[in-house]
């Protein structure tokens, strides 16, 4: 049975694959092809997908297939696990209606109904209007077969590049993980070796305290024992820290009763806890934020107290530095048992042995001039367990102890006999008698180095044609051009995009485009020079790197690649011609950095393509500054955004209740504001637009609604409860499945009341997609926040939709106003739209009003609450609504 976790992580991949904008593309070409209607259906039961047909073909369909049949149709296709293909009958022999289940890893993601009017079928009594379009049966159902199959091929596509981008980032994590264990192993082979030290107690307690606070960055530690004389007191005899000398000194003798936790037991105290009083006066004296304080025993009792103090900031102990000082207590415990009966060899070795079984890695103790073992733990039995069936312990030894990789302090190696990696770390010690030996700790990293190789071939090749990727072509590039700067060469980079490919994956399928786009990086590879140099940035775009070696040759392989596509292609049977327009780019003369060149070269081919397709461009230095203007915008959004969106700003314009007496400010709007470092101040209407088509819109606009909330919950706080704020959410944004989500957490962390919050939608896009905008609202609705609907007015068959909408502010946009008590039109609608406002029990705001006689005309009406423009304020910076409004 399938775990729950992997359930999620399918129900996380369908969500992301069910981009209905490529679906409702695919319906929209695939009915007219087929003479047949449908519309696709998430997996429960939303809308994806506007139904295919004119609004009299919709209405014929709606009277012909009730939605109960529907309906019935979509439980039947989520009951069956079996077949994806379910008919409907729906009781008349011309009308034909079926389900087609879309299914990844086993789960439906996506459901086609589609409905056919079979014309072999119909009969004169049938009256089949002239405007409906008719297929035959056998017809129908090939295009269901191949529907299915289209619709799989490309949700198979996106599902392996998600997993490829997924696999990329979890490689970075495993190396961080991977990285920080071998840290941790590395130190606790230091610690544990100062079991067998020599030094005195309070000289190895000192430098365990040392090495453990550098590894878990804790400012101080220390080590107190009860008085002997007095038990009233606690004692420092040991301690590190960064700095807090002053307070070791107040600490050097404290009484018990102003230690909280010298009671005999444990206390793991992180910042964000709740103390009882006692513990409160005490991290107020100390000027403690976190601490670790756990008892010494020996021989039954406890003398000493093991204390671990951050008093920088406020720390929250994890689960894994907390162990690790638990490990270190247990040593140190160990050292001190060890001290008191260090005349009984037995008891030394049974606290030893107790130690090494449980510090979470394979130990192994051995003689190395005798050949002898000494120790091993049951873990490092378990990692060698099938060698040990067959071989005394020994063995191993004369067998490994003379290879040059077990000579090292510290190597990671892979046994071939084993088939296994492993991380081993050797340090000399002096056993329990005496002896100098040999302290082995070994952990197994197949596991992780398989994983690591794995991720590796998938974050380096692109998945289709097997042709390097972006990322590689990113690295390769780097090196080439270091390469023609030290040797004083030159190299080429070509960019080629294929010319109306979209054609052929219209009109022969996408399981055709992807032959092509095989045959075209087969082709490029076996170009004498290119062999290892050709990558698919993605698409039908290709990137060629001429390397220095082979620059002499670049107009010999250019005319090679023209050659490529001078041919036809042969695909389902006919021949089919595809071309190509190429940026050629030279390094280091026209740039020496990865993005400059790449920059340049995608220049150079936007000329080619402006120049009519199937030809070749070189880059130089009169192309239209336009072309610079988008891509440097767009590389400084992306370096923006990528830097905590540091150059953006949040503005604020004031929203006034003109219900209240002195026309009051009741909260504000948050707009942004670019910045730009390098390119200045760029208006909204420039940069919002890319940033929306980049997909860089979601986190700027998590960053303003964050800033936003902030705000507001200061100013709620600063003597202005009734504030609320408005955050515009872009059309982007409200796709994302998780949006809910995203904002339930900022208004977690920011701690803003929800009700003081409202997010606006634009009227186009609620009308365009009421279906899911009334889910998306709703799951919104339901953190407590307020909905408004902005631009009201501008869109269309607004008053049949609105009731239906899950809003409680309408915002009338300012193309009302400008004419307000100059047009009739213009006032009769506000007080219209105040009347329906009204009668659904929702409040009015008009935008833009910008004088005198305007606002005084909207006093008039009753019905009109709030007002936004510049006859109160523009937008104002931070500083300057607070000073004026605060």
Not at 452 to 472: H, V, W
Request: include cysteine; charged fraction near 30%; aromatic fraction near 10%.
């Amino acid at each position: 049975m399938e775990s729950s976790k992997g359930s999620k992580k399918k129900t996380e991949f369908g969500n992301s694959l069910l981009d209905s904008g490529m679906v409702q593309m695919l319906q929209d070409k695939f009915c007219p092809a087929n003479n047949i209607y449908s519309i696709c259906l998430d997996k429960d039961g939303g809308v994806v997908t506007k139904k295919y047909g004119s609004e009299a073909e919709r209405n014929y369909l709606k009277e012909k297939f009730p939605i109960q049949h529907q309906k019935a149709l979509v439980k039947k296709l989520l009951d069956n696990h079996i077949e994806e293909i379910v008919e409907e009958d729906i009781g008349e022999d011309y009308l034909k209606m079926c389900g087609v289940s879309i299914r990844v890893g086993g789960e439906t993601i996506a459901i086609w109904i589609v409905q056919g009017i079979i014309e072999e079928n119909i009969t004169p009594d049938s009256q089949v209007p002239e405007f409906m379009k008719t297929t035959t049966a056998d017809r129908f159902f090939a295009s269901l077969a191949f529907l299915s199959s289209l619709t799989k091929q490309y949700f198979a596509i996106k599902l392996e590049e998600i997993i490829a981008q997924e696999a990329f980032q979890q490689s970075k994590e495993s190396e961080v993980r991977i990285k920080d264990e071998l840290h941790r192993s590395e130190v606790m082979t230091q610690v544990v070796s100062m079991l067998e030290s020599e030094q005195a107690f309070t000289e190895i307690v000192d430098t365990i305290l040392e090495k453990v606070c550098d590894y878990l960055d804790i400012e101080t530690a220390s080590l107190l024992q009860i008085d002997k004389d007095n038990e009233e007191y606690l004692e420092m005899i040991c301690r590190w820290g960064f700095n807090d000398s002053n307070q070791a000194k107040v600490m050097h003798r404290m009484p018990v009763e102003e230690a909280p936790w010298a009671n005999g037991k444990p206390y793991l105290i992180s910042a964000d806890m709740v103390l009882p009083e006692k513990f409160q006066t005490y991290f107020q004296k100390y000027h403690r934020k976190a601490g670790i304080y756990l008892p010494i025993e020996v021989n039954g009792g406890v003398s000493m107290y093991l204390a671990f103090s951050e008093n920088r900031y406020a720390r929250v102990w994890s689960q894994t530095e907390i162990k690790f000082i638990n490990d270190v207590k247990q040593i140190i415990q160990s050292i001190l048992s060890k001290r008191i009966s260090k005349n009984s060899l037995a008891s030394s070795y049974a606290s030893l042995e107790a130690i090494l079984e449980n510090i979470g890695c394979g130990v192994y103790v051995v003689d190395l001039v005798e050949e002898r073992s000494l120790y091993a733990n049951q873990q490092f039995k378990d990692l060698f367990e099938i060698y040990l069936q067959r071989h005394e312990m020994d063995s191993l030894i004369r067998r490994y102890h003379t290879d040059s990789r077990f000579s090292r302090p510290h190597t990671e190696t892979y046994i071939e006999e084993f088939g296994r990696w492993y991380d081993i770390q050797l340090t000399d010690i002096s056993w329990v008698d005496g002896k100098q030996v040999t302290l082995c700790v070994v952990n197994d990293v197949t596991d992780k180095k398989v994983y690591q190789q794995k991720i590796e071939r998938q974050a380096n090749n692109d998945f289709l044609t097997g042709l390097y990727n972006r990322m590689r072509c990113e690295q390769d590039l780097r090196k080439h051009i270091r390469e023609a700067k030290e040797k004083r060469k030159e190299g080429a980079l070509l960019y080629l995009d294929l010319d109306d490919f979209k054609h052929i994956n219209d009109g022969l399928g996408h399981p055709y485009g992807d032959i092509l786009l095989k045959a075209i990086s087969t082709s490029l590879r076996r170009i004498r020079g290119l062999e290892d140099s050709c990558y698919r940035m993605g698409g039908d775009e290709f990137i060629v790197i001429v390397t220095c070696e082979h620059y002499d040759r670049l107009d010999e392989i250019l005319d090679e690649i023209q050659k490529i596509f001078n041919k036809p292609w042969f695909l389902q049977r006919a021949d089919y011609y595809c071309t190509m327009s190429m940026g050629v780019v030279k390094f280091p003369v026209d740039g020496d950095s990865v993005t400059e060149l790449i920059k340049k070269a995608d220049i150079a081919l936007y000329e080619a393509k402006k120049a009519g397709k199937n030809r070749i461009a070189y880059y130089n230095d009169n192309v239209e500054s336009t072309s610079f203007r988008r891509l440097d915008m767009e590389k400084n959004m992306r370096d923006a955004t990528a830097n905590s969106c540091e150059e953006f700003e949040v503005y604020y314009q004031p929203i006034i209740d003109i219900t209240k007496k002195g026309e009051e400010c009741c909260g504000a709007e948050a707009l942004v504001r670019w910045n730009s470092g390098k390119m200045g101040l760029v208006g909204p209407n420039e940069f919002i637009p890319l940033a929306e088509y980049l997909g860089l819109i979601n986190p700027i606009g998590d960053f303003v609604l964050r800033k936003a909330c902030e705000r507001c919950k200061y100013w709620n706080d600063m003597g202005h409860p009734e504030y609320h704020i408005n955050v515009n959410l872009s059309v982007v944004q409200l796709l994302q499945n998780d949006i809910a989500e995203r904002i339930q957490k900022v208004l977690e962390e920011t701690k803003l009341n929800p009700e003081k919050l409202t997010l606006e939608v634009t009227e186009s896009l609620a009308i365009n997609d009421m279906g899911r905008m009334k889910k998306v609202l709703g799951e919104i609705k339901k953190l407590g926040v307020m909905v408004a609907l902005d631009d009201f007015g501008t869109g269309y068959s607004s008053l049949n939709h609105i009731r239906e909408l899950p809003i409680d502010i309408i915002k009338i946009d300012r193309c009302f106003v400008v004419d307000i008590g100059k047009d009739d039109y213009s006032e009769t609608f506000i007080n219209m739209v105040g009347t329906l406002a009204e009668t659904i029990g929702v409040t009015v705001c008009v935008e833009g009003v910008e004088e005198r006689n305007q606002l005084d005309k909207l006093k008039e009406m009753s019905n009109v609450q709030f007002i936004q423009g510049y006859i109160y304020d523009r937008p104002l910076r931070e500083e300057e609504f607070q000073k004026k409004y605060l």
